[in-house]
C-alpha cells in the first residue's frame, strides 16, 4: 500500500503541473514600466489563467525586436513554451528603425518559435502621429499584415482608446498607467483564450 505522506507530495505536485506555458518576451509595455508589476497586464493575465496556462514574463524595458530575436533561442531552450506573445516592434518605431528590419526580426522569431513547436502570437503597435504619417501608418500596418501572412493570432491595438480616457497614459505619453492594465489583460485574454479552445 502506498504510504500516505508520498500520496499527499504526489497529488501536490500533480495539482502544480501545468498544460501549458505562455512566453510573454516584449519590452516597457509588458514589463510593467512606470507601474507597480505586481499589477501589469501580465500578472493580472497570470491571475487569470493560472494554473490551466503557465505564463512566464521575460520582458524587458526598452528591448527592439533585435533584443528580442538575440534572447529568444535561450528563452525557448530553457521554458519550452506552448504559445510565445511577441509584444515587440515599439521602441524600433520610437527609435526610426526601417520597418524592413523590424519585420524581418519579428518573421525570424516566428520562425524560431515554430521551430521549437511553440504557437507564436503577435502583439500589434502603433506610434505616435508625430513621426509622421506615412511612417506611422506603415508601421501600423505591418503587424496586421505580418500576422496574416504567417496566419497567427494578433491582440490588437488598444491605445487609440486608452489615450482619450483620462488616468490612462502616464505622463510621458506613452506607457499605460495601473488603470489601463486590465483593458490591456482583457484584449489579450481573449486571443489567448481562443487558441486554449
Known sequence: MRCPKLLIILLLLTGNSYASTLLVVGDSLSAGYGINPNNGWVNLLRADLEPKLKIINASIS??????????LPLLLKKFKPTYVLLELGGNDGLRGHPLAK??????????LCRAQ???PLLFAMRLPPNYGKRYTDTFARLFPTLAE?????????????LVLTAGMIQQDGIHPTEL???????????EVMKILK
Open 149 to 161: 501572412e504567417q496566419g497567427i493570432p494578433l491582440v490588437p491595438f488598444q491605445f487609440e482608446e
Open 117 to 119: 513547436n511553440a504557437q
Open 180 to 190: 489601463a492594465q486590465p483593458i490591456i489583460k482583457q484584449a489579450v485574454l481573449a
Open 102 to 111: 523590424t519585420k524581418a526580426n519579428l518573421q525570424t522569431m516566428i520562425d
Open 62 to 71: 526598452g528591448d527592439t525586436t533585435g533584443n528580442g530575436l538575440a534572447r
